[in-house]
Every structure is written in structure tokens, then in C-alpha cells.
């Protein structure tokens, strides 16, 4: 939607394995979402502009390659992975799920790439937590090394903390093989978690708005926080809450993803961002969300559990996100007036909440809690 609103002809690949995860895991969204051939024909009414749905596996080369030859893209922004953690932590079926859709997809989009248009550049989102939690500085995709008197540059190491962290890592080593090999054009958008439940473009229609889980594989930790505040039950903050990590809204997310697109990698370039405006600990949410939801009325308290996460609950965090910015990037910073709004949308919706999902139920430990 946002693309097209600003003169893009965008065609759109998803084969709903988002929805069906969460039908079959029972992890409903807050509010229920119309299928993307219904959300295209409401955005097309609403804005006068056409978005192409194709309903199909990026996994299914011929299915997809044809796309490619039909549309012929000048670029292609690669989502479609399975986004979870928790999810990929669940077990073999999930696991391998994940390690064989993240990665044949990504295998697949450059395959397209090359037989269609060795130009067309890849946006793939990648994430922040790919680098994992080092005690240095976190550079933007890449560290220099010296070794022996000599220098090198390398990609920045990475220790994911999840199988679906793994996959990520695994992801932009295959794009940047890809870019050494064959000079594809690749931007590789190291995304930390998104919040907001609206943009410029969504807010047209009800129907229109971004899909919200608040459960634990689904919902990231902001959205999960805003429906216990609304549905009266403690903040579940896993272990000591000093986990911290670079959060954005999903209105700079579309900036970024334009941004990138509008600049593209250069022929056989790898090119990294880190995409994310601010950090915070688990702790910093938790008293942000506190204070914004007393001014409303509502009774808020937090709770400490065991972490379900092998992750570090206290560490150094200081990441370097300066490509993004200095493409031009104008950043919206969470404030008590977003936190509220996200609040009084929630809120509108509370008959809706189911308490119950958002507890963990996923170990890194291996066995369910
Ligand atoms: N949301 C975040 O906070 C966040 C943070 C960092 C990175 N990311 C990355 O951004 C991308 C989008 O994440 P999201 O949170 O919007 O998740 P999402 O699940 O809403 O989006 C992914 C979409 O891809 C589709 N999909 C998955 N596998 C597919 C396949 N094989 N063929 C066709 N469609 C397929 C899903 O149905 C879904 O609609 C993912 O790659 C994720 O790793 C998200």
C-alpha cells in the first residue's frame, strides 16, 4: 500500500502461512484480518491504486520464477520467512519448517533474479538480533579485522540466539555469496522489532490495518505488554528484563524499505543496514507502557518469569545505525502519545483478548513449559 500509493506498480506473493500457523497454534490476532485479494480490492477502492496479489509458495521456483517473467520487477523486497522465534525453538517440525522455507525462498528470489534481471536489487529483511549480544560495538554489517599486521574486512560475526535468528544469519551469507559470485545488487535490512499498529495508509480503512498478535510466538514484546495492560494481567517480563534491543515503528520500517529501494546496492554489493531508531531494555518498555496506561486509568503491574530465552539478561548493547539516516531517514521515537495510541486501539478491541496466549509456552530448553 505504501508503495503504490507513491507511484510504484507493486505485486504481492504470500501463500498465508502466517494465518494458517496461527489458526492451527490457536494464536488468533487481536482482530481479524480479510484475505490480500479482499485488502487489494479495499485499497484499490480507497486509493484508485491496483495492487497484484499472487496466492502462492516463494518455495515453488516455476510458481515463482513465472511472476518474475510476467511482472518483470526492477526490485523485489523479500518478507516472506517464518518470522517467529518461539516458533522455530517448538521442535523438529518447526524447526526444519523454518530452516527449509527461510532458506529456499531466499535461494529462489536470487535464482528469479538471475534468470530474469541480474539488476533487479533484493531488499531482504533481515534482523538486528542476527549479531546477537557481543561485548563490542555492533558495526553495520561488516567489522575490520586486524590480524598479524594485516587487515581485513569481514561480515560482522554473528550469534544468533534462535533457530530463526540462525536462518537469518544463513540468509545474508547466501545473498552475499550471491553478490561475489554473480554481482547481484542486495541490501540486507537488519531489522530490529517493529511496533505500531498503523500507518499513513491503513488507517483508510478498518480492514486495512496490519496484522497484531499478542501471543508468545507470535507477538513481539511491545505488543504483548499493551494487551496485558488492557486486559488488567501483570507484564511478563522473561528473567531480569535488562535484555535490550533496537525497537522502530512500522511507519519507519516502510521508510527504510523505500529508502533502500530508491538507492540501490551496486552491482555485486552486500550492502547492510541496521534498521532500527532507539533502544531499550525489556525493563524500559515495562515502565514506559506502566506510565502511559496510568494516565488512562488502568492498573498496570509487572512480573518477573523464568526466562523461557537462553539469552543474556544484563549485557553491554551498543549497535551503529547510520546508513538509513544518512539516506535520509526521519525517525519516529516511541513516546507516551504512540504508547497511548497503540493503548486506546487496543483497548477497542479488549473483548477480543484471550489472557491465556500471551503467557510463554515455548522453551529454548527443548521441552514445552
Ligand atoms: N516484525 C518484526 O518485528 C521483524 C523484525 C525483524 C525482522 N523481521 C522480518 O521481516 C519479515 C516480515 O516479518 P513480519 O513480522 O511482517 O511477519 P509476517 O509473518 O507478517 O510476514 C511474512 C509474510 O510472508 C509470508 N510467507 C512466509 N513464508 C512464505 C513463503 N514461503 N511463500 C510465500 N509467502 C510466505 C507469510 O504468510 C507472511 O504474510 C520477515 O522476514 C521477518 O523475519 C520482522
Known amino acids: 500500500m505504501y508503495l503504490s500509493s507513491r507511484g510504484d506498480e507493486v505485486a504481492v506473493v504470500d501463500n498465508y502461512f502466517r494465518r494458517r ?100 536489487h533484493i531488499v531482504k529483511l533481515g534482523t538486528m538480533g542476527v549479531y546477537g549480544t557481543p561485548n563490542i560495538d555492533i558495526e553495520e554489517g561488516y567489522l575490520e579485522v586486524e590480524h598479524k599486521g594485516r587487515v581485513h574486512k569481514f561480515l560482522y560475526p554473528k550469534t544468533p540466539g534462535s533457530l530463526y535468528h540462525l536462518t537469518k544469519a544463513q540468509d545474508g551469507d547466501m545473498l552475499f555469496f550471491y553478490c561475489r559470485m554473480w554481482d547481484i545488487r542486495v541490501t540486507d535490512l537488519n531489522q530490529g522489532p517493529v511496533y505500531g499498529l498503523e500507518t499513513a495508509e491503513s488507517i483508510q480503512h478498518e480492514d486495512l490495518a496490519p496484522i497484531f498478535n499478542y501471543d508468545d510466538i507470535f507477538g513481539t514484546v511491545l505488543n504483548r505488554f499493551l494487551v496485558q495492560a488492557v486486559a488488567g494481567i501483570p507484564l511478563t517480563i522473561y528473567g531480569q ?66 526466562n523461557p530465552r537462553r539469552e543474556a539478561e544484563h549485557h553491554y548493547y551498543c549497535p551503529r545505525h547510520v546508513g538509513l539516516l544518512s539516506l535520509g531517514l526521519n525517525p519516529h521515537y516511541l513516546n507516551r502519545t504512540t504508547l497511548q495510541e497503540m493503548l486506546s486501539k487496543v483497548l477497542h478491541y479488549k473483548n477480543h483478548i484471550q489472557s491465556e496466549l500471551v503467557l510463554p509456552k515455548v522453551t529454548w530448553q527443548s521441552a514445552a513449559i
Open 21 to 120: 500457523a496461527c489458526t492451527e497454534l490457536n494464536r488468533e490476532p487481536l482482530f481479524h484480518v480479510p484475505n490480500l485479494h479482499r485488502r487489494a480490492a479495499l485499497w484499490e477502492a480507497v486509493s484508485g491504486v491496483t495492487v497484484k496479489v499472487h496466492i502462492g509458495d516463494v518455495c515453488d521456483y516455476p510458481f515463482l520464477l513465472e511472476i518474475f517473467q510476467q511482472f518483470q520487477p526492477e526490485a523485489v523486497v523479500h518478507y516472506a520467512e517464518q518470522p517467529a522465534a518461539p516458533y522455530s525453538m517448538m521442535g523438529h517440525k518447526e524447526a526444519t519448517f523454518t530452516i527449509t522455507n527461510n532458506l529456499i525462498s531466499t535461494a529462489n528470489v536470487i535464482h528469479a533474479v538471475k534468470e530474469t534481471n541480474i539488476d533487479c
Open 241 to 306: 528484563g535488562g535484555q535490550t534491543r533496537g525497537y522502530l515503528n512500522i511507519k519507519d520500517t516502510l521508510a527504510c524499505v523505500e529508502l533502500a529501494l530508491r538507492h540501490p546496492a551496486d552491482a555485486g554489493q552486500y550492502r547492510v543496514f541496521n534498521q532500527f531508531v532507539e533502544t531499550f531494555s525489556v525493563n524500559d518498555l515495562a515502565r514506559q507502557v506502566q506510565e502511559a496506561g496510568r494516565e488512562m486509568g488502568l492498573d498496570i503491574q509487572v512480573q518477573n518469569l523464568p
